[in-house]
């Protein structure tokens, strides 16, 4: 079911771009974590204090003093959403449409190897990245608050902290692989592989924003990555990250039929 | 015994584009020519062999499977040159070869060295500053490495130089030789009549005609412009019993079919200042199948 050898290409041709994207990250977890303040409340909750709603609009309003509840707010309602996000589009653009669209497509599919098993080796190579990424951020996250603030982080809430984030980015992953496999075109995949989950995230954004708009929350998917509700415990958060998981592997798998079923012109 | 068939094989583009009800088989040993004008419908049919588009009526089969069913078992002893080379810009050529017979899981043999050296290619470059000739080459290589029973080449000699593509030629005479069937296709005569051995001709994706090289040969018309002194003596040339396809001002223009003689020795008796052979389409060099010309 998988080509070892496209998978390694594949590996090969992302980890550029995923170095450049655990650079960011690398960058925001340092600075934010080194804000922390536990005794005094941090630099960043003096913002959140002047100007409530634009932080609201980003998610930046920690719901504790907690160190995991800092982390939450401030990375998880905006940096660990928007870049796996970014890497997701990109990938799932590069790795299905654009060899159609060029027509590269020929060769991987001029030898005994069946077009499931093309886009399913192609899937991997992106999950893979998906999960190299987050799983970087995991021990990014734990080893900064470690050295800075030892013991002050709740490593288990931290961790579910990051595998509904996964979810969630697993989620807006498949909406991109399906979009891949379903247009010819580069640009059409491109506009509803990245326009649904951009939408989703603005979507949220406003219902962050203000009282009337929140009931928009119920319009978008990223409403199922309930990250407080991760911290504070609550059940229903754990079901929107089932619902996220499954959600995915029914857009995945469903990327994997169209691609095998539909014309190629190639 | 037939290696590939194509039964009532039907896709509408719609504005008369596409392939209507396509038929033939292809046997066994045989180099089977494609050909005709560009749009067609070859690359079309092509992709239907190749299964990468589904039949809309009709099926087509190679080695007894069937080409959008079993398109991946199909592909295990089948070679192919596509008709526009588009590779991973990023690998070099020997990158590309290597890659391509892992993924076939091929392993690589001394087949792929000799091919080179045949093609004298270079492929240690980047693919994306290759030229068009050196990349066709990439793509012959490709399709011929794993020494495969069936090759469907689509126009395998575009961007080739006269040399190279004699080399192509003699190629193609030794996988026959070895038993192989190759089916090619092409846009001009000259290039299908030295190696095949039947020919479809299509055209506005019908089938139009079907003969061995030899029958095509004999229905093969050429136009020859003759130009004469003056008016006079082109007015009397027309009037000779020659097939005339158009006078103007002192040149005559005649169809030729195979009565080549007649045409010279009735131009030894005239003041003939030049001769010339346009180049001709396909509809004009198989009139008659087509449809005949105007006389």
Redesign the interface.
């Given at each position: 079911m998988i080509?070892w050898?496209?998978y390694k290409?594949g590996i090969r041709?992302s980890w550029k771009m995923l170095a450049i994207f655990a650079a960011v990250i690398t960058m925001y977890f340092t600075i934010i974590i080194s804000m922390f303040d536990p005794a005094l409340g941090s630099a960043l909750n003096e913002f959140a204090k002047a100007m409530p709603e634009l932080m609201a609009i980003v998610g930046m309003t920690p719901a504790t003093a907690e160190l995991v509840s800092f982390l939450e707010a401030y990375l998880y309602g905006f940096i660990m959403l928007v870049f796996p996000m970014l890497y997701c589009i990109l990938s799932a653009n590069k790795l299905i449409v654009r060899h159609v669209d060029?027509?590269?497509m020929?060769?991987?599919?001029?030898?005994?190897?069946?077009?499931e098993?093309v886009a399913f080796t192609q899937m991997k190579v992106m999950v893979t990245g998906l999960f190299a990424l987050v799983f970087y951020a995991t021990l990014l996250g734990l080893v900064n608050c470690e050295i800075s603030f030892p013991g002050e982080l709740n490593i288990r809430k931290f961790i579910l902290l990051n595998i509904g984030a996964l979810c969630l980015q697993l989620y807006v992953g498949g909406i991109c692989f399906l979009s891949s496999c379903i247009f010819n075109d580069s640009k059409y995949a491109l506009g509803v592989g990245a326009g649904i989950p951009v939408l989703g995230f603005i979507i949220q954004m406003m219902a962050n924003a203000g009282k009337e708009l929140e009931k928009m929350k119920y319009a978008t998917f990223f409403t199922l990555f309930d990250s407080e509700g991760i911290i504070a415990g609550e059940p229903d958060a754990i079901w929107g990250m089932i619902a996220l998981c499954a959600g995915a592997m029914v857009l995945f798998s469903s990327a994997i039929v169209v691609f095998s079923?539909k014309?190629?012109?190639? | 015994m037939s290696v590939c068939e194509i039964q009532g094989l039907i896709r509408d583009y719609g504005n008369g584009r596409g392939v209507f009800d396509l038929s033939f088989a292809i046997h066994q040993g045989e180099v089977f020519g494609f050909l005709g004008p560009n749009g067609a419908g070859k690359t079309t049919m092509i992709r239907h062999l190749m299964g990468f588009l589904k039949p809309e009526k009709g099926y087509c089969t190679i080695g007894g499977m069937d080409c959008w069913k079993d398109r991946a078992d199909i592909q295990k002893t089948l070679g192919y040159i596509p008709g526009e080379m588009v590779f991973f810009d990023d690998m070099t050529g020997l990158e590309f070869l290597s890659f391509m017979a892992k993924y076939r899981r091929i392993k690589s043999n001394g087949r792929t060295r000799e091919l080179l050296d045949r093609f004298e290619l270079d492929a240690r470059g980047k693919l994306k500053k290759m030229s068009k000739g050196m990349k066709q080459k990439i793509g012959i290589v490709a399709a011929f490495m794993h020494d495969p029973e069936v090759l469907v080449l689509d126009e395998p000699t575009s961007g080739l130089d006269p040399l190279m593509q004699n080399r192509f030629i003699e190629l193609m005479l030794e996988e026959r030789a070895r038993g192989k069937t190759i089916l090619m296709s092409s846009h001009m005569f000259e290039e299908v009549e030295r190696t095949c051995s039947r020919v479809a001709i299509i055209k506005n994706g019908k089938l139009v005609a079907l003969d061995n090289v030899e029958a095509l040969k004999a229905a093969q018309a050429r136009k020859y412009v003759i130009t004469l002194e003056d008016e006079d003596a082109a007015a009397a040339f027309a009037g000779e019993g020659l097939r005339v396809y158009e006078v103007s001002h002192n040149q005559v223009t005649v169809i030729v079919q195979s009565n080549i003689k007649e045409l010279l020795s009735v131009m030894n008796r005239y003041p003939v200042i030049n001769i010339l052979t346009p180049n001709q389409s396909l509809e004009e060099i198989f009139m008659q199948y087509y449809g005949g010309g105007r006389s």
């Open positions: 080509n050898t496209l290409r041709e060029r027509g590269s020929t060769y991987l599919l001029s030898a005994p190897v069946k077009r098993t079923r014309d190629l012109h190639i | -």
